[in-house]
């Protein structure tokens, strides 16, 4: 009787199950095909045929960040169900197919399952990344200075691909045609003109430009102001108070270093060289002995106070800056979309700039950080650092520095210029080296 209820109910479910098992890999391939075949229906309907990238078409960012949000999901289920086909068909030996044939569960032909991972391949294969940095696709955007139009319309001639199928570096050397740039850029114009929608495309895009433009600003601000306020709150309300109480105004320490004590001593000997001075030009009586000591003892404690202020202000530019860089980094990890928005707003800005003006720029930044005379700005810069948080200026570290890191730092500009300037700018970089020279 047991055996019998259990053939009539736990059987068919235990059955049912297993066929679900055995059937996995075949459900897997099919869920991937079908999200590839989704990514291939965007690509034919919107992108005539090429790769999902608003460099092919011109459409507004709202269309694109849709078209990227669908992309993204679509790449992830192909990718997932990928690897669970993969992992299944792994488990499933010899001995489990012979079963899965006995259980009447029909495998597709192999023909059929290389077709379509063939075609699977085709699809993702150009979403590959060229530095494999994430799992998804990086859609790089139009250069800001050309306006999208927010109407659907027809797309650009696509650009031309390598090898392996991945999409060569963007740069006007890329993207030579049938017809000259010129004459495409002018039908493009003629056609965003003539569109009954153009006034309000333009107005649109003003907007965001505007907008744009007024979160970048407000942004630098935010970064200079907050982190300078709270370097000074925190001076004044938190540390000042703590350093004050714990050193005391008489008896902390006067120095805090030896460069500070020679500073004093400087200053103290060129206060009784003047003050004898002063006695031996002057038709008064000479001073005595004792009057100029008298004299020396109350310069000495003006100096002693004057350094032991700078000692205790040194100590609180420590723990204040600690403050105004814990502010800045919480500001750069609260304000992800403002810094999206501000690097938007940076490139606009770079490719709003003529060819000189980039030059300029460039030889303008590398003749005051890596240049002949950048050494000595370096030295100003770190004894001023070195004094404002109360350290000895050491002149190995400092000449060592100088040594290396303008070098390092000019050795990475000229890679930047070889890899991305030259590629997005050829004519900046021909100007650059003509400027140069």
Partial sequence: MNNSVFSQKIYPFLLAAYRWYLRTPERSLDEAYNAALKIREIEDKHFNGNKINSDLAMYSSNVMDYFESDLKKQLKITRMRLTEFKGSRWFLNTANQETANKAGVEYPSPSLILEKLRFIDQVISKYNLVDDQTSYPVLIHKPPNVE?????????????????????????????????????????????????????????????????????????????????????????????????????????????????????????????????????????????????????????????????????????????????????????????????????????????????????????????????????????????????????ANRDFIFLFIATFPVILDTIFKYWIFRYLNRISPSAVATYRNMNE
């Fill in 148 to 392: 999208a139009n927010s109407a659907i319309t027809q797309p650009l001639t696509p650009k031309s691909t390598n090898n392996n199928g991945s999409k060569k570096p963007r740069g006007k050397a890329n993207t030579t045609g049938i017809l000259p740039r010129s004459i495409l850029s002018t039908i493009i114009r003629l056609q965003v003109e003539l569109d009954p929608n153009s006034e309000q495309d333009v107005v649109q895009n003003f907007r965001q430009t505007q907008k744009r433009t007024i979160i970048s600003i407000r942004f630098i601000l935010l970064l200079i102001i907050v982190p300078l306020l709270t370097h000074q709150l925190a001076k004044t309300l938190v540390v000042g108070p703590l350093v004050e109480r714990f050193r005391g105004s008489e008896t902390g320490q006067i120095f805090l270093n030896f460069e500070m004590e020679e500073e004093a001593l400087v200053e103290l000997e060129r206060f009784e060289d003047r003050i004898k001075f002063e006695n031996l030009i002057s038709r008064s009586p000479s001073l005595s002995p004792e009057n100029i000591e008298t004299q020396m003892k109350e310069k000495a404690q003006e100096i002693a106070q004057e350094f032991r202020e700078e000692s205790s202000n040194a100590i609180k530019n420590v723990f204040a800056d600690m403050f105004s860089v814990g502010t800045f980094i919480w500001l750069l990890i609260a304000s992800k979309k403002s810094i999206a928005v501000l690097k938007e707003f940076f490139d606009h800005v770079v490719y709003g700039l003529s060819d000189s003006a980039k030059a300029f720029i460039i030889i303008l930044f590398t003749d005051v950080f890596v240049g002949f005379h950048s050494p000595h700005g370096w030295e100003v810069i770190l004894e001023g650092l070195s004094r404002h948080w109360g350290l000895p």
